[in-house]
């Protein structure tokens, strides 16, 4: 089905999701306007985001619940990768912004083609906690100079925003100081006692830009001023060789992001709902078909909002209609209210910003993966730490290198264990971890626990000669349990045919069991099955060790064969 439905959707749905668009509306007006601000362009541009791709993205995605406009994420990634290339707020910043946004669309809609929704497994998710937490802190870093009205020079780094800061400290603009800290106060007192659905950021921008219309421009406050009514026209992007090739590394970043999100988002709400299933190829070419649209209506790149996306589930939205909705919300407000904004003060939208950011900041992980698993803590950590101080896009590249490399690591060193009987069974148990588990007199048993490819074979090789150098003289057969190897290569059949010839000028036979058939097909092709013959084959270690004691009929079916553990 196009669009995802809940039976009797006409009877009880259609009123929750109108709801609910009206609520996510009421939420991405402020917040729209905060992340254009944050991505570097007037605030309008925020808006324009939040109207042609979050309608795309509607028609299209199969995730009825995601919401999907600009985002403090997003914008930071667009404000760190273009305001070394050109000032913000002015036209030629704006110019690489548009074109940005569509760069990603076409990569992201590529990906789809491709079928490439399986990218997402380049983002572990401790690498995509350390980013987005450290986005978090540089957001709310970023935000502090106009939340206290001072005037810095800023920096893409962390510690040139603290040092900007520290020396501008002194002369923060009170009254815009007494709005932002305010207004970030009663944000949190809001969330602590009044109803999740309550507008409350929608009732103090109303309340703010009352009081300073109230006061006058003399207060000294700055304001969005004048902000141009109507819709956006259609544009096409100013597209160059030279400015792809500038912007080609922060765009792949972006629509890794993007897409990170979106599908965690979908996922998260799916296992709630059971009327519909989550595409990731065709979420990609939905996300990408909504950047390219924006781009040509001067949207700046968008993505999934984690909190935007809550507030339509939690308001009862059941499909795209509740994000319809808010688009239909969002033309009344560029058509006919944009006159309201004029005194509307930028450091309230600096304390939105700052509050709708503070939960991305992943503490819960990090205490998780300090007990639960201290390598993945660290890959966190080095991802938070490169992110804060070398850059978001080196941050990022630099998380997904430091998981392949353990990726690589943990492959090329799998678990190898030698085996034990449980006495009293059949049951054959590693021995380091299993006391009561006895090594067979005479007999080497090892389980390998991976495929046996060309990036371990030389690691089995050396630790089977270990183990058997350990064994000493009394050693006469090496029983290997193949249940756990799921496939062989060349390398691997290399490196098994040279242990195979060191056995035999030791005088020890070698027998595999449980070996799986296409790792048996391959022993077959290769001539070791018929080398070794069929009778070193075996199902079990138990048959093994029967065939290897003479007593080749006895197969002790009574007892309990568990070859695992």
């Known amino acids: 089905m196009w669009f995802a439905s809940p039976p009797n959707y006409v009877k009880t749905g259609l009123l929750p999701d109108l709801t609910a668009g009206l609520t996510l509306g009421i939420l991405l007006i402020p917040q729209a306007m905060a992340y254009g601000l944050l991505a570097g362009v007037d605030p309008v541009y925020g808006l324009y985001a939040a109207l042609v791709p979050m309608l795309v993205y509607a028609l299209l995605a199969t995730t009825p619940h995601v919401s999907v406009g600009p985002t403090a994420l997003a914008s930071l990634l667009c404000l760190n990768g273009i305001s070394g290339i050109a000032e913000p707020f002015t036209a030629e910043y704006l110019g690489y912004v548009i074109v940005l946004a569509g760069l990603t669309g076409v990569l992201q809609l590529a990906f789809g083609l491709l079928r490439l929704g399986g990218i997402v497994s380049l983002l572990s998710r401790p690498v995509l906690s350390g980013f987005v937490s450290a986005a978090a802190v540089l957001i709310i870093v970023s935000q502090v100079d106009t939340l206290l009205g001072i005037e810095t020079a800023g920096g893409g780094y962390l510690h040139q925003t603290v040092l900007s800061l520290w020396d501008g400290l002194s002369e923060f603009h009170l009254p815009s100081a007494m709005l932002g800290l305010g207004t970030l106060l009663l944000l949190f007192a809001a969330k602590r006692w ?76 799916v296992h709630k709902h059971g009327y519909y299933r989550v595409s990731p190829n065709r979420e990609l070419m939905a996300l990408g078909l909504s950047k390219i649209a924006g781009s040509f209506f001067l949207a700046i790149p968008t993505s999934a909002s984690f909190s935007r996306s809550a507030v339509v589930e ?55 993966l300090y007990h639960l698993a201290p390598k993945e803590l660290s890959t966190l950590l080095i991802t938070f730490f490169f992110t804060l101080f070398a850059g978001l896009q080196y941050g990022i590249a630099g998380g997904v290198l430091l998981s392949l490399f353990f990726v690589f690591w943990r492959a090329a060193r799998p678990h190898l264990a030698e085996l034990g009987r449980i006495p009293g069974t059949n049951a054959f148990r590693n021995i380091q971890r299993f006391e009561g588990a006895e090594a067979e007199a005479g007999i080497l048993i090892v389980r390998f626990d991976a495929e046996l490819y060309f990036g371990n074979a030389e690691y089995f090789r050396d630790q089977m000669e270990v183990k058997v150098q350990e064994k000493g003289n009394s050693l006469r057969a090496v029983i290997l349990d193949g249940h756990t190897i799921n496939d062989i290569d060349t390398s691997g059949i290399f490196v098994l045919t040279g242990f195979l010839d060191m056995l035999e000028k030791q005088g020890v036979e070698l027998y595999f069991c449980g070996m799986i058939g296409p790792v048996r097909d391959k022993l077959y092709q290769c001539g070791l099955m018929e080398r070794m013959g069929a009778e070193r084959h075996f199902l079990s270690i138990q048959s093994a060790l029967n065939h290897i004691s003479g007593n080749r009929d006895d197969r002790g079916w009574d007892l309990p064969a568990v070859q695992h553990g």
């Open 194 to 269: 009044l109803p999740a659905k309550f507008p409350v950021m929608l009732v103090l921008l109303i309340l703010a830009t009352l009081l300073v219309s109230f006061m006058g421009k003399g207060w000294g406050v700055k304001t969005l001023e004048d902000i141009p009514p109507g819709l956006p026209q259609f544009t096409l992007p100013g597209v160059d060789a030279a400015t792809l090739r500038q912007l080609a590394p922060v765009a792949l970043v972006m629509a890794l992001i993007s897409f990170v999100e979106t599908l965690s988002i979908g996922k998260a709400f």
């Open 314 to 368: 939690g308001a009862g939205g059941k499909t795209a209609l509740s994000n319809v909705t808010a688009v239909v919300l969002l033309l009344a407000v560029l058509l006919f209210l944009t006159p309201w904004f004029y005194y509307l003060p930028v450091s309230v939208l600096a304390a939105i910003i700052i509050f709708s950011v503070r939960n991305l900041f992943d503490l819960a992980e990090m205490k998780r």
